[in-house]
């Protein structure tokens, strides 16, 4: 595979099949490693840097978590607030700023391409930790991780993307990877939030099989594995379209007796309703396992991009 050392993780769509299987494989040895002894020494001396210009609680802390495992450091900026940003300072200049400070920077900013600007800016590897309704390759990354723990493969998969696939960057970088796996796609969500004309079209002329629906049911009875998701309300310019479809794909207990197979279902989180808390006790409920799986991925990736694997 290519080598990820001193390389920005900004898109999906930059993996090959090999490159995705040469971090699964660096994740699975951390997943092991790691139960034995808890951490590391690999990035000792090394500094990682979190800038997020938008809520997070699971990418920040799993990055901070994985680079303090290996054995490194991190800096933080508390908040937008709290930071020169306040004073109207560049997203550049904050950037450039810290990559004086820090070996690598992850980075979450509202703005769709807001991560490929900053890595244009500046000398040290920037990870895109989510801009805008743009990408979220390190989610995607976790994400097919977990499937093929949980289902013991990536082939032949139908998946079901179920909910915002207008807004959200986690669907949207998480296609792109699915692709190399030839999976079949059920695009689930209402009229207002399917997913952008330019990732189907993308996605059909790879020859990737699309069926576009608003029948959740019918979709995951089709599916190995359903991918909830968030409607993003910060998204919404006009709220009363927020208002119109929050609310309209829910998994609940009733659901679950309904299907006619069982189903491992995923989650990026923070789930709103979407996942009513009765199905976490599903067997095939995975998406507590998919967080944790955050850590090991990210510490694959942070080890590879400082050529330590
Ligand atoms: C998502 C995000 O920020 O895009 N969360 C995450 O990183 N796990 C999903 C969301 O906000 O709905």
């Not at 040469?22 to 979190?50: C, D, N, P, Q, R």
């Not at 560049?90 to 980075?107: C, E, F, K």
């Not at 207008?166 to 997913?195: C, D, I, N, Q």
């Not at 993308?202 to 909830?228: C, F, H, P, Q, W």
């Amino acid at each position: 595979m290519a080598s990820l050392k001193g390389k920005d993780i900004l898109h999906g769509n930059q993996f090959s099949k090999k490159d995705v299987e040469a971090i699964m494989k660096v994740a699975s040895a951390f997943e092991k490693e790691l139960k034995k002894k808890g951490s590391f020494s690999l990035l000792k001396g090394k500094l990682l840097a979190t800038l997020f210009f938008e809520p997070s609680t699971r990418t920040r802390l799993s990055f901070e978590a994985a680079m303090q495992r290996l054995g490194g450091g991190v800096i933080s900026m508390g908040s937008v607030e709290s930071s020169s940003v306040a004073k109207g300072e560049t997203l550049v200049d904050t950037t450039r700023t810290v990559s004086q400070y820090a070996d690598v920077i992850v980075l979450r900013h509202p703005r769709t391409w807001s991560a490929r600007e900053a890595a244009d800016a500046t000398p040290v590897p920037v990870i895109n930790a989510g801009d805008g309704a743009g990408q979220h390759p390190t989610q995607a990354l976790l994400d097919v991780y977990t499937i093929s723990k949980e289902l013991g493969t990536l082939k032949n998969l139908t998946v079901s993307l179920v909910g915002d696939l207008k807004h959200g960057r986690t669907v949207h970088a998480l296609v792109e990877v699915l692709s190399l796996f030839r999976a079949k796609l059920y695009f689930v969500s209402p009229g207002l939030l399917r997913m952008p004309e330019e990732i189907t079209a993308n996605l059909k002329e790879k020859g990737i099989k699309i069926i576009e629906t608003e029948d959740m049911m019918e979709a995951a009875n089709a599916s190995d594995l359903v991918y909830m998701t968030r409607v993003q309300k910060e998204r919404f310019a006009d709220l009363s379209e927020y208002e119109r479809v929050k609310g309209s794909l829910i998994i609940d207990g009733g659901f679950l007796k309904s299907l006619k197979k069982k189903i491992t279902i995923l989650h990026p989180f923070p789930r709103v309703d979407e996942i009513h808390p009765d199905v976490d006790t599903y067997p095939g409920a995975a998406y507590f396992r998919q967080i944790r799986n955050g850590v090991f991925i990210r510490m694959a990736l942070l080890a590879m991009i400082f050529g330590k694997r």
